[in-house]
Nanobody, 126 residues
Framework: QVQLVESGGGLVQTGGSLRLSCAAS????????MAWFRQAPEKEREIVAT????????YYADSVKGRFTISRDNAKNTVYLQMNGLNPEDTAIYYC???????????????????WGQGTQVTVSS
């Protein structure tokens, strides 16, 4: 299995930027499609973005499209989430997740990902 550790969260003002990182260890990172999810207080966890194992295919939720960018560096076993134009609605705990299998980059539901990090808090002040 793979172990995931997120970092890079924090407090930022509206309009600001943050870059989240998710470092993986264990199995071969380049075999895994990766995703970022988030969970705001009293809300269900939701998909933010996904990226295929090779990095060539990405998906974004409509709420973040044009503001967030997911990328990965397989040599560093790390996936990133660059977040620009942040607003208070982006306040949440952000989780990275991993899965393998055919067409893994198509997975967008929480239950489809067996491996999860512990999360990192992102707070956007108005």
């Amino acid at each position: 299995q793979v172990q995931l550790v997120e970092s890079g969260g924090g407090l930022v003002q509206t309009g600001g930027s943050l870059r989240l990182s998710c470092a993986a260890s264990g199995r071969t990172f380049s075999n895994y499609a990766m995703a970022w999810f988030r969970q705001a207080p009293e809300k269900e966890r939701e998909i933010v973005a996904t990226i295929s194992a090779g990095g060539g295919i990405t998906y974004y939720a409509d709420s973040v499209k044009g503001r967030f960018t997911i990328s990965r560096d397989n040599a560093k076993n790390t996936v990133y989430l660059q977040m620009n134009g942040l607003n208070p609605e982006d306040t949440a705990i952000y989780y990275c997740a991993a899965r393998t299998g055919p067409r893994s980059w198509l997975a967008r539901q929480e239950y489809e990902y067996p491996y999860w990090g512990q999360g990192t808090q992102v707070t956007v002040s108005s």
